[in-house]
């Protein structure tokens, strides 16, 4: 009995995409990561001086670690708010479903620029917020929404929100609904069964958003510039204000690595829980 030949795809098909990938993303990185390892302005003289700067200064620190603490927040509060919309989205009727859809990828077919303005004219003093809560009576004076840490989350997982929302729709889609009505059958309540079945079960499509919108909103630049006004120092802006203003580019680039190094540990965190969590899928 002869079987059909499987269709092996001719390596010449992943040529193009990978003389992008050299040129265009591992050529720049590997240009920037040189540019680093120069001790002074002039890149003159190799070391590893701007990274011993930048790690020996409790002011560098705390912008690191204020833009990780960033994106830890926005990640948790697109989680919030994308895991109830993306269950609403799965048990919606299907007619239902597009406009759903629409809703929720509708920041991504906007413009970052725009929609970070939308959201300085809604914090502003005399924005819609305030004027609702004073029209209410509410509050007696605006309140100061613009240019806080709180404004640059919330404004944050709204644009990032469907990067969170579109895997857990995923994996929901791809979960057996047949498990969760057995779960209760057998005596367990709803939050027992979304606890030790519908969460475990959408792991992968959990981790795969947080790894989005960790990575997409610590790297912000407009968002975190704009509704922060400069009053909130992240990597982004700390790394353009070096380059652009200072003229120190070897810092400047130092500032990149780490911040990818960042990124990059984050990621390899992400996938080691994700391993783990292989075994509630598949098993």
């Known amino acids: 009995m002869s079987t059909a030949p499987r269709f092996a795809p001719p390596l010449g098909l992943a040529l193009p995409l990978g003389i992008f990938f050299l040129f265009f993303v591992f050529a720049p990185m590997l240009l920037l990561g040189w540019i680093s390892l120069h001790d002074d302005q002039g890149m003159t003289q190799f070391g590893i001086a701007q990274y011993v700067k930048f790690l020996g200064d409790g ?11 960033l994106g830890l927040k926005v990640t948790a509060l697109t989680l919030l708010i994308g895991f109830p919309l993306a269950y609403l989205y799965t048990q919606s009727p299907a007619r239902w479903q597009g406009l759903l859809m629409l809703l929720i990828v509708l920041p991504l077919l906007t413009s970052s620029v725009v929609r970070t303005f939308a959201w300085v004219v809604i914090l502003g003093r005399q924005g819609i917020v305030n004027t609702a809560l004073l029209d209410w009576g509410l509050i007696a004076e605006p309140l ?14 709204q644009i990032e929100l469907p990067l969170m929302v579109l895997p857990l729709i995923t994996s929901l889609m791809n979960t057996d609904a047949n498990l969760r009505q057995a779960s209760l059958a057998l005596g367990a309540g709803h939050w027992r069964t979304f606890w030790q079945v519908t969460l475990p079960l959408t792991m992968p499509g959990l981790l795969a958003g947080a790894l989005l919108v960790f990575a997409s909103s610590i790297s912000a630049f407009v968002t975190q510039t704009l509704v922060g006004g400069g009053q909130q120092m992240f990597m982004p802006y700390y790394m353009y204000q070096q380059a652009i203003q200072a003229n120190n580019y070897p810092f400047a680039a130092a500032i990149a690595m780490l911040l990818l190094a960042s990124v990059l540990a984050v990621v390899v965190a992400i996938n080691a829980v994700g391993r783990r969590s292989r075994g509630f899928v598949h098993a």
């Open 144 to 157: 100061k929404l613009l240019y806080t840490p709180g404004g640059v989350t919330v404004a944050l997982a």
């Open 59 to 69: 002011f560098n620190l705390s912008v690191l670690g204020g833009t990780l603490w």
